[in-house]
């Protein structure tokens, strides 16, 4: 299959959405602590995407990682390389896609009228030219016609990059006074044109009015700040670290499925740390770099070449 071609089309599913019909209950499984491995393959509850398809290779694009921002999983979009298959979007929908094409088939149900998609995120495309999304389409059922009318939409392209778990919130507009029977959310981490190696995670999500959900830690606001350089790297690289306070820093590498590559703890002094992180024996790609200092959790892009 032709991912660009897939995504285009999904893109065009999206804006005219004539969704089937329903399932499941509104937003199951939000939070991403439920996933299910009985067909072989990893599964968020309530959530399809395409790891059916592609974990014959021994690859998926939908995955879990811990921590998540919290609770002990979130969900993990990578787009991919597949074997026989080309480049793959990482994307997710709450409801069901269609066996045969791949495309959106079914939401779930909803009988209020949501202003606001929310959650929290980390989002980073691989090059500027492949912008992920967030999608919310609010339908019912039209008897009259025997069709599903759109009766509500949102649509957001996260811009730049998110290193750090951060609120986010998708405004839905409505277009009719109609009370809805269905919602159907979709997020991908890339665009029309997928990349190889962009990636949004996601948790915490949740369908409401504008105000944000209680009950959810954020990140406290004394955010640290690192640059990592030089970047791409080969053998090692370096790490300028700002601490608000003397602390332990953990540092962990994982590839784009989320798996741990290497970790290391180092104590640091309040204010500006210089670093040396090795990445020896770390094959080519696309990694993350975590930085966890019981503050602060920030992320970064390591590319090692």
Known sequence: MNYDIFMKKLLLVISGMCIATFAQAQ????????????????????????????????????????????????????TQNVAGMGVVPGFAVLGKLDSATHLPKTGVPCATRPEVFGGYWQYMPYTTDDQGYIAVVISKWNTALNKRDTIGYGYHEPVGMVHHWSLF???????????????????????????????????????????????????????????????????????????????????????????????QTNKIAKGNNNLTISTAGLPKGLYCVKFTDGITITTQKLLIE
């Open 27 to 78: 937003m199951i499984n939000g939070s991403f602590e439920d996933w299910d491995t009985s067909a072989g393959y990893i599964s968020p509850v309530g959530w399809d995407n395409l790891n059916a398809m592609t974990h014959s290779t021994s690859t998926i694009t939908c995955n879990r990682i811990s921590p998540g921002n919290t609770g002990v999983y979130s969900l993990a979009l990578n």
């Open 169 to 263: 919130q998708v405004g839905i507009n409505y277009t009719s006074s109609a009370t809805p029977d269905s919602a159907m959310v979709i997020l991908s981490a890339s665009g029309p044109n997928p990349i190889a190696y962009s990636f949004l995670w996601v948790d915490d999500v949740w369908l409401g009015d504008s105000v944000i959900q209680t009950g959810i830690t954020t990140l406290n606001s004394q955010t640290a700040k690192v640059t990592l350089y030089p970047n791409p790297a080969k053998e090692s690289v370096s790490a300028a670290y700002f601490a608000q306070s003397a602390t332990e820093l953990k540092i962990e590498i994982t590839d784009i499925t989320g798996r741990t590559a290497t970790s």
